[in-house]
């Protein structure tokens, strides 16, 4: 079973949309990351979130760790062709003292000039 | 700011051959991580090497094996390939002297087993 489930799984919008992106688990992290992953390409770290209910900004998008620690989001505002690429949120497995990342599904977004 | 190199970018091999993937972390980074990604899948955690030590081994199949260096690099050594090898081999470093659960991921290496 995968530990970190995304939705949508695929996303294609014209731009200037908005849209969001959701990471949900039924496990509590400490922290968790969102990776920008272009074809070809390694995933590149976007934030980090560490708090339940922090909310952090990069430009257009918006993070947010839920209350509980279970889940994420992610909101890109005026979505940009730029902004197409593949989205992975990603943890580490509490209480093993291990660091090595478990990825979620993924959400390909795809914005459309 | 310099970043994890990973070589060759691209790898053809036949089946039954071997491969070595290298990845050179970013300088004073500590650890050291493998993952594999299939086509339309994300990345699964092979291996790790903290201060030169194998620290952590998720779903790597017993025909890799994998070392670290005296200067940090890695080598990732793949032997009697198959055709379900066929991915890309990301590297990634991390500091456990900073935030120790980021991680900086190299371009990647390319392996096509034909």
């Known amino acids: 079973t995968q530990l970190l489930e995304q939705s949508p799984q695929f996303l294609s919008i014209q731009e200037g949309e908005n849209l969001t992106v959701y990471c949900n688990s039924s496990?509590?992290?400490?922290?968790l990351q969102w990776y920008r992953q272009e074809p070809g390409e390694g995933p590149v770290l976007l934030v980090t979130?560490?708090?339940?209910?922090e909310v952090k900004k990069l430009k257009r998008l918006t993070f947010q760790f839920g209350d509980a620690r279970k889940d994420s989001s992610l909101h890109i505002t005026a979505a940009q062709p730029g902004d197409t690429g593949l989205y992975l949120c990603?943890?580490?497995?509490?209480?093993?003292?291990?660091?090595?990342?478990?990825f979620g599904t993924g959400t390909r977004l795809t914005v459309i000039p | 700011a310099a970043g994890v190199i990973q070589s060759p970018r691209h790898l053809i091999k036949e089946k039954r051959e071997t491969a070595t993937l290298k990845c050179y972390p970013i300088?004073?980074?500590?650890?050291v991580y493998w993952y594999q990604q299939g086509p339309g899948q994300d990345p699964q955690f092979l291996i790790s090497?903290?201060?030169?030590?194998?620290?952590d081994k998720g779903s790597i199949p017993d025909r890799f094996s994998a070392q670290q260096f005296s200067d940090y690099h890695s080598e990732l050594n793949m032997s009697s390939l198959e055709l379900g090898d066929s991915a890309l081999y990301f590297c990634?470093?991390?500091?456990?002297?900073?935030?120790?659960?980021?991680?900086?991921f190299g371009p990647g290496t390319r392996l096509t087993v034909l």
């Open positions: 990634a470093s991390s500091s456990t002297r900073t935030r120790g659960s980021e991680q900086f």
């Open positions: 496990s509590v992290f400490s922290s």
């Open positions: 979130v560490v708090t339940g209910g």
């Open positions: 990603a943890v580490t497995r509490e209480g093993t003292g291990a660091n090595n990342l478990f």
């Open positions: 300088p004073r980074h500590d650890t």
């Open positions: 090497f903290y201060e030169k030590m194998q620290s």
